[in-house]
């Protein structure tokens, strides 16, 4: 929906002028895939479809959000004060908004600012497709109350309090899809490390683009407890490789934590992991055993409310990935320097790879289309996001892109998926998000910047 349409229905709906505008895109990950939680850098982009919310602050004590789509995302209000009490279960659609403001205002936790606000959101970043839809809602409306009621916190706070505060939904996911939505740079990939957040635009080579294809497999990491799992079992690795090289298992959260007290490379992590873990699935006993510890002890240390349960834990192929994979990123970052696209795409392909075979994140939709594109002609393809569903993204000369697209089209786009191609399309690296002042008509983000 356009702008002016969307302050339309703003002031038809709530009786009065928004004073702000947020927009926060999705993102596209070109390479580091589950690896920014356990403490990696990754390098996505921003898309052009992104999240708008409209806010202003009204005469009630409510928090209200509307959705353009009101038949599809239905309403919701409750006392704005009570916005940080909230207890987030399920994964209703304002729920996210819900995270970016209890995110906001749990920063600034002496606020005294009783007042209501009103937001209206729309949207178009196809939900559930892998593009972190998600995260662009959560970043959006942190923005919006953070311009409605001045806080002025920066976008490089505010990519933080949303990684942390989108856990609420139930999901333990990184940092990435905050900070490349908040902080991305036009025409550029995002290297992006965390703790402390810092951000290195990376420039990509020219003559290539990259292809979006929705595999119309539904992904939402909030739902089921694969992604979760996945957390655990790094987060379980990285422990008991500690254990076995002799360090304090309960001080390591992250295998990145662990090669750095460790001062080892990828490559020698890797070894360790080959030489110290067995590639069938370790038993809850098992590792009990080889942690010396008590049930009790582990579900504190080790797992969350949404793993506690699990009894199988496949530790050697989720440390492969993970070291391999931050070693393709540092790689493919270096070879964009010498423009080498044919080594490009082959990182990109070994990525997907191992999001396959050794993370098993993947799904046939998303192997059909990698191994489409590449027969096509395509220098690469890897799925991108969490997976299990969601988009996969192709990299192509743009010479090959009709051709690449044209037979993803003729096999992948056929039967059940037939008319369902505009789930394909060509990506620019967009820049991040804006907040402008309706009122004053300018960008508060460019003055901040
Ligand atoms: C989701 C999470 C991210 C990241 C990816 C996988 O999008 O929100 O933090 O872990 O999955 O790379």
Same mark, same amino acid.
């Given at each position: 929906?356009?702008?002016?349409?969307?302050?339309?229905?703003?002031?038809?709906?709530?009786?009065?002028?928004?004073?702000?505008?947020?927009?926060?895109?999705?993102?596209?990950?070109?390479?580091?895939? /589950?690896?920014?939680?356990?403490?990696?850098? =990754?390098?996505?982009?921003?898309?052009?479809?992104?999240?708008?919310?409209?806010?202003?602050?009204?005469?009630?004590?409510?928090?209200?959000?509307?959705?353009?789509?009101? /038949?599809?995302?239905?309403?919701?209000?409750?006392?704005?004060?009570?916005?940080?009490?909230?207890?987030?279960?399920?994964?209703?659609?304002?729920?996210?908004?819900?995270?970016?403001?209890?995110?906001?205002?749990?920063?600034?936790?002496?606020?005294?600012?009783?007042?209501?606000?009103?937001?209206?959101?729309?949207?178009?970043?196809?939900?559930?497709?892998?593009?972190?839809?998600?995260?662009?809602? =959560?970043?959006?409306?942190?923005?919006?109350?953070?311009?409605?009621?001045?806080?002025?916190?920066?976008?490089?706070?505010?990519?933080?309090?949303?990684?942390?505060?989108?856990?609420?939904?139930?999901?333990?996911?990184?940092?990435?899809?905050?900070?490349?939505?908040?902080?991305?740079?036009?025409?550029?990939?995002?290297?992006?490390?965390?703790?402390?957040?810092?951000?290195?635009?990376?420039?990509?080579?020219?003559?290539?683009?990259?292809?979006?294809?929705?595999?119309?497999?539904?992904?939402?990491?909030?739902?089921?407890n694969q992604f979760n799992t996945r957390v655990a079992e790094c987060r379980v690795a990285a422990q008991l490789l500690a254990k076995l090289e002799g360090l304090e298992w309960r001080e390591i959260r992250t295998l990145g934590?662990?090669?750095?007290?460790?001062?080892?490379?990828?490559?020698?992590?890797?070894?360790?992991?080959?030489?110290?873990?067995?590639?069938?699935?370790?038993?809850?006993?098992?590792?009990?055993?080889?942690?010396?510890?008590?049930?009790?002890?582990?579900?504190?240390?080790?797992?969350?409310?949404?793993?506690?349960?699990?009894?199988?834990?496949?530790?050697?192929?989720?440390?492969? /990935?993970?070291?391999?994979?931050?070693?393709?990123?540092?790689?493919?970052?270096?070879?964009?320097?010498?423009?080498?696209?044919?080594?490009?795409?082959?990182?990109?392909?070994?990525?997907?790879?191992?999001?396959?075979?050794?993370?098993?994140?993947?799904?046939?939709?998303?192997?059909?289309?990698?191994?489409?594109?590449?027969?096509?002609?395509?220098?690469?393809?890897?799925?991108?996001g969490a997976g299990w569903g969601g988009c996969a993204v192709v990299m192509v000369k743009h010479e090959h892109a009709g051709e690449v697209m044209k037979q993803i089209r003729d096999q992948f786009f056929v039967g059940e998926?037939?008319?369902k191609e505009e789930g394909m399309f060509v990506t620019v690296s967009s820049s991040g998000a804006i907040v402008l002042d309706l009122m004053n008509s300018h960008n508060l983000t460019s003055e901040e910047n």
């Open positions: 929906m356009e702008v002016e349409s969307i302050i339309k229905l703003y002031t038809e709906q709530f009786g009065s002028t928004p004073e702000y505008l947020s927009r926060a895109p999705g993102r596209v990950n070109i390479i580091g895939e /589950h690896i920014d939680y356990c403490g990696y850098g =990754v390098l996505p982009i921003a898309i052009q479809n992104s999240i708008t919310i409209v806010a202003g602050r009204n005469k009630t004590s409510e928090l209200n959000i509307h959705n353009t789509e009101f /038949h599809r995302y239905p309403a919701f209000s409750c006392k704005f004060s009570a916005a940080s009490d909230i207890s987030i279960d399920g994964v209703s659609w304002h729920n996210y908004l819900l995270c970016g403001i209890k995110g906001v205002l749990e920063h600034l936790p002496h606020t005294t600012e009783v007042t209501g606000v009103s937001m209206l959101v729309s949207g178009t970043i196809p939900p559930g497709a892998g593009l972190s839809s998600s995260s662009a809602l =959560v970043c959006c409306a942190a923005l919006a109350v953070n311009a409605t009621l001045k806080y002025g916190l920066s976008m490089q706070d505010l990519a933080s309090t949303c990684a942390k505060s989108e856990h609420y939904i139930g999901t333990e996911g990184g940092g990435m899809d905050q900070a490349i939505s908040l902080l991305a740079t036009e025409n550029k990939a995002m290297y992006i490390q965390f703790d402390p957040l810092r951000l290195e635009p990376v420039e990509l080579p020219i003559g290539i683009s990259f292809i979006v294809v929705n595999s119309c497999v539904e992904s939402n990491k909030a739902v089921g934590q662990l090669q750095e007290i460790l001062k080892l490379s990828l490559t020698e992590m890797i070894s360790i992991v080959e030489a110290r873990l067995h590639k069938e699935p370790f038993s809850r006993e098992e590792i009990l055993a080889i942690l010396k510890t008590s049930e009790k002890d582990f579900i504190q240390m080790s797992l969350s409310a949404k793993t506690k349960d699990n009894i199988s834990f496949s530790l050697y192929q989720r440390a492969k /990935h993970v070291y391999s994979e931050a070693s393709r990123v540092c790689r493919f970052k270096e070879v964009c320097k010498s423009s080498d696209v044919i080594l490009l795409g082959a990182l990109m392909t070994n990525s997907h790879n191992s999001c396959r075979y050794d993370y098993e994140c993947s799904c046939k939709e998303l192997d059909d289309i990698c191994e489409i594109s590449i027969k096509a002609g395509a220098l690469g393809a890897r799925l991108t998926r037939t008319g």
